[in-house]
């Protein structure tokens, strides 16, 4: 079980907060009203039953499966919640049955990456869609099937796995084309809060021993996860009534990919209604807010008055703490007076990509509207915002995010500047939320590789993916812009050792 180590108490909390866990868990509504009901997104309230049925239909899944084929790899594809926990699963998983890839990206880099190291005729691809309409999940899937039918296999649907609700467009695809098998979930439960269904679940089944804590029907304890609750909900509200909505969180690499989940459930679940939470993850900065580290080694060297909370996650409970994570959001959400489950403003790039996509057909030639302005003038325009958002069009490696790190820390070190960064498309089922829809006193610079993103035109069935990839950052990029934020996009050579050090050149002192 994880502990959950408090530094500071608050008791004054702990009543109020109570009162609306009790209804929480007896799905009663205690949000503002909402033309959402809360009844279509409250069912992974029923964590304990949820998550052994869960388990049930997975495994059982897999025994049919693996009695058909028996494959080599396995490739997830999906965005946000519905891919979050089994990349999380998949980093604190000590050994896997299969080789097991997750694709949350229209980027074609990223997706030729992966391509080049399965056998396609071996592997067994699950595309998880709630909606069944997701763009991205749709664009790798035809990428795929392309793929295979250039090798000759017409036939895709016998080494394919949909994970969506009822009667949605991929489960009606899935039926016509005779998937392997379509799994439903749980229609009341919305993506970022669906680690205890199929969703978090059927990765897991492919892990050795992920699921062995549950072998005999998984039992809470109840009055575990109403203190640890309490704890969380606690911190996060000090963070939204004394701090600005700041948190700062601190996460070893070996497991950021619980930060990306943390990160999605804050920023999209609060970040609407010109307010949110905003989560530091991993920045060396001198921003004074409430500060949580998870499996952090720092701790043993830190002053107790500078954390708020210290947190040693033991995977075996993994989807227990991601439980209480999504009650302790919830609560604050009452608090803050906004409701918690859903997106409003992710739609705004979403209408804009699809704009560009019916318009252009070859987004190649499409100009670029690059800032002619100068990090220093961008420093100088903003100075009187509280946060940046990074936009990175970019393929995500460790080369690139050591060279980020650099670039935040200078910028909040000599500049006072607090940065939120995240990797296109995939930010956008997350901050991108926030960004848009949380304070507007905050600015936004995207970096694009250009001639990184060209050099897959030219490659076999790779225009598609550019088209969305290229479609989705300008659809972003103008969404902001719309919105009166400043917005600015940057030119960067990706392919260079460091390459955000011409940046980072200018801005010394």
């Known amino acids: 079980m994880s502990e959950y180590n408090i530094q500071h108490k608050n008791t004054d909390l702990d009543n109020e907060i109570k009162e609306d866990f009790n209804n929480i868990l007896k799905s009663n509504n205690i949000w503002i009203d909402h033309p959402l009901s809360f009844k279509d997104r409250i069912g992974w309230i029923e964590f304990s039953d949820l998550i052994n049925k869960s388990i049930k239909l ?15 790899s396995i490739v997830f594809v999906g965005m946000g919640g519905s891919i979050q926990t089994g990349k999380v699963l998949d980093q604190i998983s000590t050994e896997n049955k299969y080789q097991l890839f997750f694709i949350d990206s229209t980027n074609p880099k990223d997706i030729d990456l992966v391509r080049k190291r399965i056998d396609l005729f071996s592997t067994l691809f699950i595309f998880m869609s709630k909606s069944g309409t997701t763009l991205e999940t749709n664009k790798v899937m035809r990428f795929f099937i392309e793929e295979l039918s250039s090798k000759g296999e017409p036939n895709f ?12 467009p991929l489960e009606k695809f899935a039926n016509k084309n ?7 979930a749980p229609p009341n439960i919305g993506g970022r809060f669906s680690s205890s269904t199929s969703y978090g679940v059927l990765p897991a089944t492919f892990m050795n021993s992920m699921l062995d804590s549950h072998k005999n029907n998984y039992k809470w304890d109840l009055d575990q996860i109403i203190e640890k609750c309490l704890t969380v909900t606690s911190i996060l509200k000090n963070s939204y009534d004394n701090h600005d909505g700041f948190l ?17 459930l804050i920023a999209e ?40 909370l210290i947190i040693n996650l033991d995977k075996n409970t993994i989807f227990e703490d991601m439980f209480i994570w999504q009650l302790s959001i919830s609560l604050l959400c009452k608090h803050m007076s906004v409701f918690p489950f859903d997106e409003p403003d992710v739609k705004k790039s979403k209408i804009n990509t699809e704009n560009i996509l019916k318009k252009h057909n070859n987004l190649q030639k499409l100009e670029i509207p690059y800032s002619s302005n100068v990090i220093n003038n961008m420093i100088i325009e903003n100075k009187t915002n509280k946060a940046l958002y990074i936009n990175l069009y970019l393929s995500e490696n460790e080369k690139i995010n050591n060279s980020l790190n650099i670039l935040k820390q200078r910028l909040n070190l000599t500049y006072n500047i607090n940065v939120v960064s995240g990797f296109g498309p995939r930010y956008l089922h997350s901050v991108g939320q926030l960004q848009k829809g949380g304070s507007k006193n905050v600015w936004s610079i ?3 590789d250009e001639i990184l993103t060209n050099s897959f035109y030219k490659k076999y069935n ?3 993916l550019c088209n969305t990839f290229k479609a989705q950052m300008l659809g972003d990029f103008n969404a902001l812009k719309e919105l009166e934020i400043n917005t600015y996009l940057v030119k960067i050579d990706s392919s260079k050792p460091n390459p955000f050090n011409e940046i980072m050149d200018v801005t010394k002192e």
């Open 248 to 264: 700062l969180l601190r996460i070893p690499e070996e497991i950021n990919q619980m930060g990306t989940w943390l990160e999605q």
């Open 157 to 168: 649907g016998n080494r394919f796995i949909a994970l969506t609700d009822k009667n949605t």
């Open 462 to 464: 790779f225009k598609d």
């Open 446 to 448: 995207f970096f694009y």
């Open 178 to 184: 005779n998937f392997l098998k379509v799994i439903n």
């Open 269 to 308: 679940s609060t970040g609407k209604n010109g307010k949110g939470i905003i989560p530091i993850i991993n920045n060396k900065n001198k921003l004074k807010c409430p500060k949580i580290f998870i499996n952090n080694t720092e701790t043993k060297n830190k002053n107790s008055n500078d954390l708020d």
């Open 58 to 72: 997975c495994k059982d899944t897999l025994d049919d499966l693996i009695s058909e084929f028996n494959p080599s």
